[in-house]
């Protein structure tokens, strides 16, 4: 089965600052997703970026980007130029390309707090 | 506008009642699923569902049931066998397919459901 982890249950950047949030999962399949998801205080999901495992090239969305390193199973987030509507619970996901429901899989959190 | 259709926002639940959430899409999904979100925990599925008339269990399926008789509507109850009811729940679609820009998902706003 596969999971997902993230180690920093809090983090704090300073305004306009860079900070990176941790992410890492475990796997014995070869294609699959990987996706980080923004959720701010009204609760609802907002998927930040996304990245295919069969592609070598970090995915980049604006001031966030993704260091993904598939040997490692490592899959970092940068955010840059922090600001203050960054603050937010950011969710690390799995999703499986295989037909297994289609079921998205993912890390417990990390609540990121950004300071003016 | 398509979207996915949580009800009630906060639900209460007196000990050894069965509660029902809803969940109603128009996004024509095949698929729909319940996660639970608990602070630490991220998100956990409960149950989910690929096609009309059938649902799968996830995670942490005991003490819920579900049902899916129509495509639209993916119901949760939650029933007294739940020994921890206490959450955040989310529901959520998703339309499977390739080249997908974003990650397929769709997510409600959620219900908070809290015992008394």
């Known amino acids: 089965a596969q999971t997902v982890t993230q180690s920093q249950p809090e983090m704090s950047v300073q305004e306009a600052e860079t900070v990176t949030l941790s992410c890492t999962y475990d796997?014995?399949?070869?294609?699959?997703?990987l996706f980080w998801y923004k959720q701010p205080p009204s609760r609802q999901m907002i998927l930040v970026i996304r990245q295919e495992a069969y592609k070598q090239q970090n995915a980049t969305e604006n001031r966030f980007s993704v260091n993904f390193q598939k040997a490692a199973k490592s899959f970092s987030l940068k955010i840059s130029d922090s600001q203050l509507g960054d603050a937010a619970m950011y969710f690390c996901?799995?999703?499986?390309?295989?037909?297994?429901?289609?079921?998205?899989?993912f890390g417990q959190g990390t609540e990121l707090s950004v300071k003016p | 506008d398509g979207g996915i259709t949580q009800s009630p926002k906060y639900l209460f639940r007196k000990e050894g009642q069965n509660v029902t959430l809803s969940c109603e899409q128009n996004?024509?999904?095949?698929?729909m699923y319940w996660y639970r979100q608990d602070p630490g925990q991220g998100l956990r599925l409960i149950y989910y569902s690929q096609i009309v008339n059938d649902f799968q269990k996830g995670d942490i399926a005991e003490g819920y049931s579900v049902s899916r008789e129509k495509k639209e509507s993916f119901p949760l109850t939650v029933t007294s066998a739940q020994k921890n009811p206490t959450a955040f729940y989310l529901c959520?679609?998703?339309?499977?397919?390739?080249?997908?820009?974003?990650?397929?998902?769709?997510f409600g706003s959620g219900t908070r459901l809290t015992v008394v």
């Open positions: 996901a799995y999703r499986s390309s295989y037909n297994q429901g289609g079921k998205l899989i």
């Open positions: 796997t014995s399949e070869s294609d699959y997703y």
């Open positions: 996004l024509n999904h095949d698929a």
């Open positions: 959520a679609s998703y339309e499977a397919g390739a080249n997908r820009e974003g990650s397929g998902y769709t």
